[in-house]
């Protein structure tokens, strides 16, 4: 009687375990930044609204901008330490939470110095996601998969840079530019409940099948430890493979702050767009860029099947096809077609989430589980101090000499970062050797 018992027992466990369950793990994180992009892009998309609105100068408004650039630099190590020490569910959460807040009190602003001051305060809670990003991955793949998860956990970031115009724009003709920021500043509240009831850790989760954990904790790495914030920090500068992901980060974020912050802009002044246009082009990057996030997981198997690199270097091979693939943005300056220039854009957004999610693969499979988040939010501050720099750079120089000699440095410093991730992360070896 027991030993049936028994079994009905684990029959009953059994059903409630989800096969693949770190994929939906994933789509679950995904669903949270994806709705983080939605909230951030909001600015961007009702840009030339603002400015008619509230009287904002170009320079101002790269003043909004660099304050959310700004404290998304100073907080990214911040809010990585912060994973690492209290865990992924609640760190995550209580960001998210104080991004949406924020974000709806962007309705009640009234001058460019009020939206700033809400932004910076935005910027310190959303930085929260790329340490999260890292810290998902670590936990929940293997080394040999970690590769395609980054790709896929691109996605996330992207899409809802994507989805932002249209979702934007309807807000802005229902509700008017105050109700757009209280519609996009409402929806993280059903992703952030979704996140409390259904994500665990995986030695903890009720849904995680025992040999599913077994795979996922394959590679057998060492207890995650965690340590004192400053501690951290100076563990992680030592290493020199920090740096070979740094710098190229540090050269690759002008474009994407061009993408989410600059484009609409652009569009407005430089190719005579109005809203309506620019919600019906503006998503083609992000587009673009989610397909750059798929197809850099596998871009590195190519790598390993045809040329026999390295893990290592099939991740490093991978970014350095988006570095050239970058060279787009500089071919933006050369043509006079608006729709050209959007499909040179488009391929910029491409190649800047390979190198993106190339390079967020490689603090995951350089560090250990208790230094992941915090490294990637290292790596996001290195990213977020040139995105602040060069959109300041806009803000006093955009309206004298436009937009194309900024497109065409954005076209060139990819190759430049390359070269130090080739130096400080290339093996020289190969998987067939």
Known sequence: MSHGINQDVAAVTAKRTFRHLRWWV????????????????????????????????????????????????????????????????????????????????????????????????????????????????????PKKERPVAAGWAGVGFSIGAMLAPPIVYFAHVSFGWQGAFMFTGGQPAPPALLWWLFYH?????????????????????????????????????????????????????????????WVPLYLANERGMDLKQIAMFAWLPFLAADLGSVASGYLTKLYVRVFGCTRTNSVVASSVTGAFLMLSLALVATTQDPYVAIALISVGGFGHQIISCMLSALVVDSFDRGQMATVNGMRGSAAWIASFLFSLLIGVTADQIGFNPLFIAMGFFDLIGAVFLIAFIAERRTARA
């Open 201 to 261: 850790n995986p030695e903890q989760h009720p849904r995680l099948s025992k040999s599913e954990l077994a795979f996922i904790k394959q590679d057998n790495e060492p207890p995650a430890v965690k340590l004192p914030f400053l501690t951290a920090l100076k563990t992680v500068a030592k290493n020199k493979r920090f740096y070979g992901i740094a710098i190229p980060a540090f050269m690759a974020e002008p474009a994407w702050a061009v993408l989410s912050f």
């Open 26 to 141: 994933l789509v679950l994180f995904l669903l949270g930044v994806t709705i983080n992009y939605i909230t951030r892009n909001s600015l961007g998309i009702l840009a030339p609204e603002l400015k008619t609105s509230l009287g904002i100068t170009t320079e101002q408004y790269s003043w909004i901008v660099g304050a959310f650039q700004l404290a998304y630099t100073l907080f990214q190590p911040i809010c990585g330490w912060l994973i690492d020490v209290i865990g992924l569910k609640l760190g995550f959460l209580i960001c998210a939470v104080i991004w949406a807040v924020v974000c709806m009190l962007h309705a009640g602003a009234g001058s460019w110095l009020h939206l700033a001051i809400l932004r910076f305060f935005m910027g310190g809670a959303e930085a929260a996601a790329t340490p999260a990003n890292a810290k998902t991955i670590g936990e929940w793949f």
